[in-house]
């Protein structure tokens, strides 16, 4: 059975926005994923923030950013719709440790299902030491992908 990972915004949209550090291991990530060497999970927010970015990055025309808004779709990790219990358990974590709703929900579903966050916001990682099932800074995937 291949590595399971959630994986946030700030990694995937690596895939969409080029000349961003850790970049090469973001698409090393994304190429395992797509090889099935690992499965990635997400919550279905992660595609409003990767949209987002691609729509906040000056150097994307519109005409490209309409593709790459569509592509992001169709190469997101497994979506998930966060529960009710992921809900409050987010709200109490987001509170608790002065981050957004938004980046404690990736926390919160890494807790719950019992795979390692993937992530690029050294915030977040540090948030969810202790609290998620593991985290790591997505320059550190190489480590586990084995390349």
């Not at 961003?20 to 595609?47: F, H, Q």
């Not at 906040?56 to 990790?77: E, F, H, W, Y």
Request: aromatic share 10%.
């Amino acid at each position: 059975m291949p590595d399971s990972f959630v994986v946030d915004a700030s990694v995937v949209a690596k895939w969409f926005n080029k000349g961003e550090s850790n970049e090469e291991e973001a698409l090393a990530l994304r190429n395992a994923w797509i090889d099935g060497k690992v499965e990635l999970y997400s919550p279905t927010l992660l595609i409003y923030e990767v949209c987002n970015s691609i729509w906040k990055n000056p150097n994307i025309g519109k005409d490209k950013a309409t593709s790459l808004s569509r592509l992001a779709v169709r190469l997101s990790p497994t979506l998930l719709e966060v529960r009710e219990d992921e809900s409050s358990e987010s709200m109490n974590f987001a509170r608790r440790n002065k981050l957004t709703f938004y980046d404690s929900v990736y926390i919160v579903l890494s807790k719950f299902m019992k795979h390692s966050l993937v992530s690029a916001d050294r915030d977040q990682l540090q948030a969810s030491k202790g609290f998620a099932a593991a985290s790591f800074h997505i320059g550190q995937i190489k480590n586990f992908l084995g390349t």
